[in-house]
């Protein structure tokens, strides 16, 4: 597994929960290269962008997420994270870590978020 991704479950809306994902097989400098970010996806719908940050430190989020989600990266640790404040049971998702490098696209095996009203 080229993406190794954690941190999912059920929680209650209102509650957070954070991911995190590694990369494996690849060295420090680059994965400090690397765009990384997560995705969802839905039974029936397609994977949506959610979060991501670029290698240069430039983050952006759906418009849906803004204010609740954040992206951040331990570039020593060659990890990177999605903390999931206030949620939602629209957020109910299998979550995918992404990674994108020199072109080339890189996908964990996801893990799932259930949100409970």
């Known amino acids: 597994v080229q993406l190794q991704a954690s941190g999912g479950g059920t929680v209650q809306a209102g509650g957070s929960l954070r991911l995190a994902c590694t990369p494996s097989r690849i060295i420090l400098s680059v994965f400090w290269e690397s765009d990384m970010g997560w995705y969802r996806q839905t039974p029936g719908n397609q994977r949506e962008l959610v979060a991501w940050s670029t290698g240069g430190g430039f983050v952006n989020y759906t418009d849906s997420v803004k204010g609740r989600f954040v992206i951040s990266r331990d570039n020593a640790k060659k990890k990177v994270y999605l903390q999931m404040n206030n949620l939602k049971p629209e957020d109910t998702a299998v979550y995918y870590c992404?990674?994108?490098?020199?072109?080339?696209?890189?996908w964990g095996q996801g893990t799932l978020v259930t949100v409970s009203s």
């Open positions: 992404h990674r994108r490098n020199k072109g080339r696209d890189y």
